[in-house]
């Protein structure tokens, strides 16, 4: 380092092993590949801090700073999938991404896809390598949902809007080649908790009764309370 004293040079040495501390977080080795979690923790981790500067900076909030971090993971590097036919519709005012495998002709099952990301990160066009992932190995429509975030919509709207969703696309089937006896609803973490919603309320809710019935439901790590976390998994995985 050119020009830097010994102090200097110590200065910097501390400051990258305490970046590196603060980013490291271990697994045990018992978790389901510790060393790729490790680093997926880390580079959220510098999400966080470069948000934090970001706002410090009067660029933007540090929430939507993180946001644009987040989305662009998933995208920026992805050539999308040959067997996967994409196409960005509209269904009663909410954006969804539907993806249709090209690989099989005809009437196909339908799954309706909630995104994680805390109700606030993330969005259906970040998830396409995920979702189109899913399209292609069970062969089925999916509809990816483009709920409305928080923290600018308040408690409901993401929940309205995948229900209004889920009915649509239950009712609408037949316009998409899709078989409305093989509808499921799938979402990973908070998508999970959109999921267990919105299949409550079909099931809850005597004027949505004449709906087919899900056919499935794919809860991927979903959030159902807060209360307590230390429930048998977090106690032996740390
Ligand atoms: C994020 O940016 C949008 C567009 O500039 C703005 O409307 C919104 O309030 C911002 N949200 C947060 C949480 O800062
Ligand atoms: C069912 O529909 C009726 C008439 O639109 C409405 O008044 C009622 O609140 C609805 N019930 C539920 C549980 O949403």
Same mark, same amino acid.
């Given at each position: 380092?050119?020009?830097? %004293? ?16 603060? $980013? ?27 948000? %934090? ?15 644009? $971090? ?51 990160? $993330?969005?259906?066009? %970040?998830?396409?390598?995920?979702? +189109? ?5 069970? +062969? ?5 949902? +483009?709920?409305?975030?928080?923290? +600018? ?35 990973? %973490? ?17 004027? $949505? ?30």
């Amino acid at each position: 380092m050119h020009g830097c %004293s010994p102090n200097c040079l110590f200065l910097v040495a501390i400051l990258w092993v305490s970046v590196a501390y603060y $980013l490291y977080t271990p697994f045990p080795e018992t978790a389901n590949k510790p060393w790729k979690q490790s680093r997926i923790t880390a580079v959220f981790k510098l999400f966080g801090i470069l948000s %934090s500067i970001g706002e410090t900076l009067k660029i933007d909030s540090a929430t939507n700073i993180s946001r644009k $971090l987040m989305s662009g993971i998933g995208t920026s590097i992805y050539a999308g999938n040959p067997n996967v036919q994409v196409e960005k519709l509209i269904f009663v005012g909410v954006d969804v991404v539907l993806c249709r495998p090209t690989t099989k002709l005809g009437k196909l099952p339908g799954l309706v896809y909630f995104h994680g990301g805390g109700w606030v990160f $993330l969005n259906a066009d %970040s998830y396409r390598p995920f979702t +189109e992932a899913l399209c292609e190995s069970t +062969e089925a429509v999916v509809a990816s949902v +483009e709920y409305r975030l928080a923290p +600018e919509n308040v408690y409901r709207a993401a929940f309205d809007d995948c229900v209004k969703n889920t009915v649509f696309f239950l009712r609408n089937a037949e316009k998409y080649n899709v078989d409305m006896n093989k509808i499921g609803i799938a979402g990973d %973490s908070v998508g999970g908790n959109l999921a267990m919603a919105v299949a409550l309320k079909l099931s809850d809710d005597p004027n $949505l009764s004449a709906l087919p019935h899900l056919a499935v439901q794919g809860l991927i790590y979903p959030p159902f309370q807060f209360f307590n976390f230390r429930l048998p998994s977090y106690i032996e995985y740390g």
